[in-house]
C-alpha cells in the first residue's frame, strides 16, 4: 500500500524505512510504500530544527537538510547571542544548535566569559538578555569608591560607574565605601565632673574615610570603634573641669577633645572633620538650685537697675529745679505748662472779671 505524501513550500520532510533515516526531501509531492516500512515526518522550515529522533551527525550527510540548515555550537567560556535577520532574540542556554536557514537568517554572535570584565561590545539590550545568574553588576554613586577583588585579591579602585562583570571562572566582588562626610552621635554619656558631679552629655562627630585600601584591611565595624574611642576621649577631658567650668568652657573642651582625635585619626583609616558638644544635662536637683542661683541674680541686677533709674530721675528733678532757680522766665514757662495740664483735667472754669485769665489761674494755684 502506498500512501502519497504532500510537502509544501515552506516544509521538509524526513524520509525514514524501518526505523533508519533515508533523505530529507522538500516541496513536492511523493509516494511510498508504507508496507516496505516507509514513514515521513514533516515540518516547517522555520526556526529551530525540531526533529530529533536522528542524531545531526547523520541528518549533516543529506544534502539538502546540509544546504538548509546551519548547525552552531557554543565553545566553553563563550556566551552565545543569538541574531534572527540581524535582531537579537535571546543569549544561547545550551552547547549546540541547529536551525533552519532557508527563509530566515539565523546568526551566533560568541562573546568570551575568560575576562571577568564584560567589555564594549557586549550592548545593554545584550545583557539584558543574559540570565542574572551568569553576570553580576555593581554600581558606583556619588562620593562613593569601589575595591574590585578576583578570587578575593585586590585588583585596582574603582570611580563612578556602572560595572558588570561575568560569573564564569573568577569569583569577582566589589567592595563599596561611602568617602562622603557621614556623622556619628554620641548620646547620653555619663561623665563626673571634677567636682564629683554627674552629667550627661551629647556630642557629634564629623568624619570620612580617607584610605579605603587600609580601612578595608585593618577596620571591621568602624562606627563602634569609633563610638568607643570618641567616649574614652570626651570623659578624659571633661573629667579635668568643674561643673562651672564645664558650662562655661563648652566650647574650649570640645576643642581639646578634636585635637586627641586627630592624633588618632590614622588608627581609623578616617578624617577627624569637626567635633562639637551639643548639650549638656543636669542632674534634677542641680538644675533646681541653678535655676534659683539664676533668678536671685536677675532679680538683683533688676533691683540695681531700678535705682540707678531713680537716681537718675531725682538728678534730673535736682538739675531743672536749680534752672528754674536762676531764671524767672523759665519758671514761668514752667508755671504755665503745668497750668495747662490743669486745664485738661477741668471740665468747667468760672472767671470773675477782677483781673485777667492767667492772673486768676495763677491766685488759683497759690490757693491750691
Same mark, same amino acid.
Given at each position: ?5 504532500i510537502i509544501k513550500d515552506n516544509q521538509a520532510g524526513f524520509v525514514k524505512k524501518n526505523g533508519l533515516f533515508v533523505k530529507m526531501i522538500t516541496a513536492g509531492t511523493y509516494h511510498f510504500s508504507k508496507t516496505l516500512g516507509y514513514e515521513v515526518q514533516i515540518e516547517e522550515m522555520t526556526g529551530e530544527v525540531d526533529y530529533l529522533e536522528v542524531p545531526h551527525q ?129 548620646? +547620653? ?19 570620612? &574615610? ?59 583609616? &578616617? ?70 495740664? &490743669?486745664?485738661?483735667?477741668? +471740665?468747667?472754669?468760672?472767671?470773675? +472779671? ?15
Amino acid at each position: 500500500m502506498k500512501m502519497k505524501i504532500i510537502i509544501k513550500d515552506n516544509q521538509a520532510g524526513f524520509v525514514k524505512k524501518n526505523g533508519l533515516f533515508v533523505k530529507m526531501i522538500t516541496a513536492g509531492t511523493y509516494h511510498f510504500s508504507k508496507t516496505l516500512g516507509y514513514e515521513v515526518q514533516i515540518e516547517e522550515m522555520t526556526g529551530e530544527v525540531d526533529y530529533l529522533e536522528v542524531p545531526h551527525q547523520i541528518l549533516q550527510r543529506d544534502e539538502n537538510f546540509q544546504k538548509s540548515t546551519v548547525h552552531m555550537v557554543i565553545p566553553d567560556g563563550y556566551a552565545g547571542f543569538l541574531y534572527v535577520d540581524d535582531n537579537l532574540v535571546s543569549v544561547a542556554n545550551r552547547r549546540e544548535y541547529t536551525f533552519w536557514n532557508v527563509f530566515e537568517k539565523h546568526t551566533i554572535k560568541l562573546v568570551s566569559m575568560e575576562e571577568p570584565v564584560i567589555g564594549k561590545e557586549v550592548t545593554k539590550q545584550m545583557l539584558s538578555h543574559v540570565p542574572v545568574r551568569m553576570y553580576k553588576t555593581a554600581s558606583i554613586g556619588d562620593g562613593e569608591c569601589g575595591l574590585l577583588y578576583y578570587n578575593n585579591i585586590l585588583q585596582k579602585k574603582l570611580t563612578k560607574g556602572i560595572y558588570s562583570f561575568w560569573n564564569y571562572n573568577t569569583e569577582v566582588s566589589v567592595k563599596i565605601f561611602d568617602m562622603r562626610q557621614q556623622k556619628l552621635d554620641i548620646v +547620653g554619656q555619663e561623665i563626673l565632673t571634677k567636682d564629683k558631679i554627674g552629667i550627661r552629655m551629647n556630642m557629634v562627630c564629623m568624619y570620612r &574615610i580617607s584610605n579605603a585600601e587600609e580601612f578595608v584591611e585593618k577596620i571591621t565595624n568602624l562606627k563602634e570603634q569609633l563610638y568607643s574611642c570618641v567616649q574614652l576621649v570626651l570623659r578624659e577631658h571633661t573629667g579635668n573641669y568643674k561643673l562651672d567650668e564645664i558650662l562655661e568652657l563648652k566650647e574650649q573642651i570640645s576643642k581639646e577633645v578634636f585635637d586627641s582625635l586627630k592624633k588618632k585619626e590614622k588608627d581609623f583609616c &578616617i578624617e577627624i572633620l569637626d567635633v562639637g558638644i551639643k548639650d549638656i544635662i543636669l542632674p534634677g536637683e542641680i538644675r533646681d538650685i541653678m535655676n534659683t542661683v539664676l533668678v536671685a541674680e536677675k532679680t538683683a541686677q533688676a533691683n540695681v537697675i531700678s535705682r540707678r533709674e531713680e537716681v537718675a530721675s531725682t538728678r534730673s528733678l535736682l538739675n531743672t529745679a536749680k534752672l528754674m532757680e536762676d531764671n524767672k522766665t523759665l519758671y514761668k514757662l514752667k508755671e504755665l505748662e503745668y497750668l495747662e495740664r &490743669i486745664c485738661d483735667k477741668v +471740665g468747667e472754669i468760672s472767671v470773675t +472779671g477782677n483781673g485777667g485769665l492767667i492772673e486768676q489761674l495763677g491766685k488759683l494755684m497759690e490757693t491750691a
